[in-house]
């Protein structure tokens, strides 16, 4: 299995800062030259793998083996493209990584036999350069880049090829290194418990476990910001001149928008995944939301689902963690569960409002954490426990908060026993 190390670069001098930041610039107008060529043949109904030979304009400044790589990556891009076209899928063709006058998205990739990391307590990451940077910079013919590196791996393995980035937002460099794992490091379920999850447009996650458990992950507060940002890029994109679509300011804001959904993401999932496998959880159901989009369809909902939470790709880190921990996902339907009555199993009569779900019956209930007790219920086999008393997560920018107690964390709430759990 693939897995990938993440950590902070640290040029040790201004000096060595300002090479990399040339590596990085030039990586990037050489991804721009092979997209345009690329994107003129498409278009012009050419052939896209015909193109011209840009290594000798980019040798002398990242290095053959680099400009290797990068190509490679770009081509990898496009067959991804005609991939998905195949499948009749929505896609468009490989993008730029912005301009020179308004800014580039500094990024390369090191071929992984050109590159070495040493860890301890002084870890280095040493990268080639081309011999004009070598010369202007004072390198040695042989000599590499040494920068120093900042975190531990928490995989070793095989390495992949290193993709390296800068951060303008943060000026803050950073590596990413795939490595091969082998599957014996997989981790095996504790019991052969079960979990199913309803994933919201207000709450992100409902959880519900066979043991009794209920996790409510809330995402209001995520998504006032995320839409805080978008409005302030629509209000720049307003004031632009004519025929410019974009500026640094405004892809800037997306990045940033885009880098703090991912890290709260990211944070959910390890942490939701951790409690399921401490409790013993071997499988979790998950919901496709095709059929729950196409009857409860609406802009904000999509806006929410897709654009905000990005669901496809939570679905993906989810899947990756749930591997590691060696629990299974399966997606079912989970059409109309949000609207069913847990106790007379209507849907027609049913009333949701905000948060709630009524029905006439005398049921009251938390609609997204019934929503995932009614789903496990249609498609788990195990004997499902009594629901305990719910937790609320908030998000503080650093962890998903949700104490024992509220008084400890003013992030944590209990749900409402009232409105989470009548009638159980």
Not at 181 to 191: E, G, I, N, T
Request: proline share 4%; net charge negative; with cysteine.
């Amino acid at each position: 299995m693939k897995r990938v190390n993440t950590f902070e670069v640290v040029p040790q001098t201004e000096n060595d800062k300002e090479c990399i930041l040339r590596l990085l610039d030039a990586s990037a107008s050489l991804w721009n030259e092979l997209t345009y060529e690329r994107r003129q043949n498409y278009f012009g109904d050419g052939d896209v793998w015909d193109t011209s030979e840009y290594r000798g304009q980019y040798n002398g400044v990242v290095g053959s083996a680099t400009v290797q790589q990068v190509t490679r990556k770009n081509s990898e891009a496009w067959r991804s493209f005609f991939a998905l076209k195949e499948k009749g899928e929505y896609a468009n063709p490989p993008s730029y990584w912005g301009n020179e006058e308004d800014g580039r998205e500094l990024r390369t990739y090191i071929r992984n036999n050109q590159y070495t990391i040493q860890w301890g307590k002084r870890s280095r990451l040493k990268i080639p350069v081309g011999q004009e940077l070598k010369d202007e910079y004072g390198l040695g013919y042989h000599e590499r880049l040494r920068l120093e590196v900042r975190g531990n791996p928490k995989w070793d393995g095989k390495q992949g090829r290193l993709e390296l980035e800068y951060d303008e937002v943060s000026d803050t460099f950073r590596a990413f290194q795939p490595v091969t794992v082998p599957d014996s490091r997989l981790d095996s379920p504790l019991a052969s418990h079960e979990a199913a999850l309803d994933v919201g447009a207000n709450n992100l996650v409902a959880c519900s476990t066979t043991t009794g458990n209920q996790y409510l992950f809330d995402g209001r507060e995520l998504f006032g910001r995320f839409r805080e940002t978008t409005d302030e890029i629509a209000r720049l994109q307003s004031r632009l001149q004519e025929e410019r679509y974009s500026s640094k300011r405004i892809r800037r804001l997306y990045r940033q928008r885009t880098k703090r959904r991912d890290h709260a993401q990211n944070a959910l999932v390890r942490d939701l995944v951790e409690r399921l496998y401490d409790e013993g959880v071997a499988t979790v159901y998950v919901g496709d939301l095709t059929d729950v989009l196409e009857t409860h369809w609406s802009v904000r909902v999509n806006e929410k689902t897709h654009n905000f939470w990005a669901f496809k790709n939570f679905i993906h880190r989810l899947a990756c963690v749930c591997e590691q921990y060696g629990i299974s996902l399966e997606a079912e339907s989970e059409a109309w569960t949000s609207q069913t009555c847990p106790e007379c199993g209507d849907h027609e009569e049913t009333v949701r409002h905000e948060d709630s779900l009524t029905c006439p019956c005398g049921f009251e209930g938390h609609a997204d954490l019934t929503a995932s007790e009614t789903f496990l219920q249609e498609n788990s086999d195990c004997k499902i426990r009594s629901m305990a008393r719910p937790v609320r997560f908030e998000w503080d920018d650093h962890d998903w908060s949700g104490k024992p107690h509220p008084h400890e964390s003013p992030k944590e709430v209990r749900t409402n026993p009232q409105v989470a759990s009548v009638g159980r």
